[in-house]
Nanobody, 117 residues
Framework: QVQLVESGGGLVQAGGSLRLSCAASGSRFSNSYMGWYRQAAGKQRELVARISTDSTNYADSVKGRFTISRDNAKNTVFLQMNNLKPEDTAVYYC????????????WGQGTQVTVSS
């Protein structure tokens, strides 16, 4: 059974930094897409960043401030968030997509990030 466990959220002042981690277990993840989404209060969930075996992509709102990376040996994906802004406040969810022809998505439980002004 696939499990995703997030950590690293919290409260930070604007301009500060946080690093989110997501540890995956229950399958092989080295060839999978791994990513981070977020959902602010009253808004739809949106993609923040995603990483495959050889590429990354970011939402325009976080380009230049956030960096996604992965450690395949530890089945872990990270999101380094710098120069945080109040509008980054949201619940952040780890996401993994397994499979090639038939794809299955898995989600973590979410971790709260709050940026004060």
């Amino acid at each position: 059974q696939v499990q995703l466990v997030e950590s690293g959220g919290g409260l930070v002042q604007a301009g500060g930094s946080l690093r989110l981690s997501c540890a995956a277990s229950g399958s092989r993840f080295s060839n999978s897409y791994m990513g981070w989404y977020r959902q602010a209060a009253g808004k739809q969930r949106e993609l923040v960043a995603r990483i495959s075996t050889d590429s990354t992509n970011y939402a325009d709102s976080v380009k230049g401030r956030f960096t996604i990376s992965r450690d395949n040996a530890k089945n872990t994906v990270f999101l380094q968030m710098n120069n945080l802004k109040p509008e980054d406040t949201a619940v952040y969810y780890c996401n993994v997509v397994l499979g090639t022809i038939i794809k299955t998505e898995y989600w973590g439980q979410g971790t709260q990030v709050t940026v004060s002004s």
